[in-house]
């Protein structure tokens, strides 16, 4: 596609429950961030892949939350045993890298609610 | 560790109004330097961005922005808003001097009235 692209664009789960969270970089682009951005707050950095470097994931609340990358491409975040406070939109980033143009281009994200 | 600062959380302009956003950033090597907008309902999308050159970058929107080397700044300026600049406005930068992340100041809620 011509963008990024995220899904589901909507999820709500109960609490306790796993959810995992696809995202779909622009072809080619070989970094990707996963950012949360809650009401009232700005964007929390969650994690990030530059090429077949090993990813920076100081972002990461807790160890419920994991991402992994398959083939330099698609990357899902999963969060296991929900909470509330977990509620929030996950944003999904990419761009070329950080030695070439390093825009990023943001998909719609995804609205997670915990009930 | 790297980090951006937004002083101004929430911003309310009457229309035709000057604009100025503060953004400094916490490191003094090279950077490439980001402003982003999000308007309601809708996703993130680049307003300008600095990597090398004029230091006096102008984006979309009549919207423009100084890379103050020395000040570790890069404010966003518009000299006359309009009612539908009211959105959220993002700084951020990237240390080019390693593969390091983008790393994004806490936003700038704009509110421009009639």
């Known amino acids: 596609g011509a963008g990024v692209s995220q899904s589901p664009s909507n999820k709500v789960t109960e609490k306790g429950k796993d959810v995992e969270l696809r995202c779909d970089p622009i072809s080619g682009h070989t970094a990707l961030y996963w950012y949360r951005q809650s009401l009232g707050q700005g964007l929390e950095f969650l994690i990030y892949f530059q090429g077949n470097s090993a990813p920076d994931k100081s972002g990461l609340p807790s160890d419920r939350f994991s991402a992994e990358r398959t083939g330099g491409s698609v990357s899902t975040l999963t969060i296991q045993r929900t909470q509330q406070e977990d509620s929030a939109v996950y944003l999904c980033a990419s761009s070329l890298g950080s030695t070439g143009n390093t825009e990023a281009f943001f998909g719609q994200g995804t609205r997670l609610t915990v009930v | 560790a790297q980090s951006v600062s937004q002083h101004n959380h929430h911003v309310i302009l009457s229309e035709a109004a000057s604009l100025e956003l503060g953004c400094n950033y916490s490191?003094?090597?090279?950077?490439?330097l980001f402003w982003y907008v999000q308007y309601p309902g809708q996703h993130l999308q680049l307003l300008l961005k600095y990597f090398s050159g004029d230091p006096l970058v102008k984006g979309i929107k009549g919207f423009e922005a100084e890379f103050i080397k020395s000040k570790f700044s890069f404010n966003l300026r518009k000299p006359s808003v309009q009612w539908s600049d009211t959105a959220e406005y993002f700084c951020a930068f990237l240390n080019t001097g390693t593969a390091s992340k983008l790393t994004f100041g806490t936003g700038t809620r704009l509110q421009v009235t009639l």
């Open positions: 490191y003094g090597g090279t950077v490439n």
